[in-house]
């Protein structure tokens, strides 16, 4: 039971700290980066990024850093052994499901307005676009890198917790 205790939080560590880091990136990189380019070049940038996202690696992050969270914490609980890991695994997922509810909420339905907007032809209609995309866009993702980063360092504290036994 020990073993699975501790594949099972290391892999939330691993996952939700690789999420965390997709979600930094856009913030500390992506998105600067993108705002110095000009509108046309902004949506379609975007329109393809959301594209390009839709795959298993990023199905993996997302969906499995909850599954294995909940992995972890029902271990922990049921499983004897580290308790000291369990307030931290559950904080983590709170935190965690934040994230997935953000995404869902805010962050999916502007990218997906983004993408029915499709490429105008006028330059208005290209910044019209991108303005009503951008700054919800980044609030939100900000806000979720936030949580997920909490929840990151809630799950690697339940790892040290674990390791010391307590």
Same mark, same amino acid.
């Given at each position: 039971m020990r073993v699975l205790q501790g594949v099972s939080l290391m892999g939330a560590v691993l996952l939700t700290g690789l999420s965390a880091g997709l979600y930094y990136g856009f913030a500390a990189a992506v998105m600067p980066g993108l705002r110095r380019s000009g509108d046309r070049t902004f949506v379609e940038g975007m329109q393809r990024i959301n594209t390009a996202i839709l795959n298993g690696?990023?199905?993996?992050?997302? /969906?499995?850093?909850?599954? $294995?969270?909940? =992995?972890?914490? &029902?271990?922990? +609980?049921?499983?004897?052994?580290?308790?000291? #890991?369990?307030?931290?695994?559950?904080?983590?997922?709170?935190?965690?499901?934040?994230?997935?509810?953000?995404?869902? /909420?805010?962050?999916?339905? $502007?990218?997906? =307005?983004?993408? &029915?907007?499709? +490429?105008?032809?006028?330059?208005?209609?290209? #910044?019209?676009?991108?303005?009503?995309?951008e700054g919800a866009w980044n609030r939100w993702n900000l806000l979720r890198t936030v949580c997920n980063t909490a929840a990151f360092g809630c799950l690697a504290w339940a790892l040290v917790r674990y390791g010391n036994g307590s």
């Open positions: 690696w990023f199905l993996l992050l997302f /969906a499995g850093s909850l599954l $294995l969270i909940v =992995a972890a914490g &029902a271990l922990h +609980l049921w499983g004897g052994g580290s308790k000291g #890991a369990v307030p931290w695994i559950v904080a983590a997922a709170v935190l965690y499901v934040a994230v997935l509810v953000i995404t869902m /909420a805010f962050n999916v339905p $502007l990218n997906d =307005a983004l993408d &029915a907007g499709g +490429l105008p032809d006028s330059a208005e209609r290209l #910044a019209e676009l991108r303005e009503r995309f």
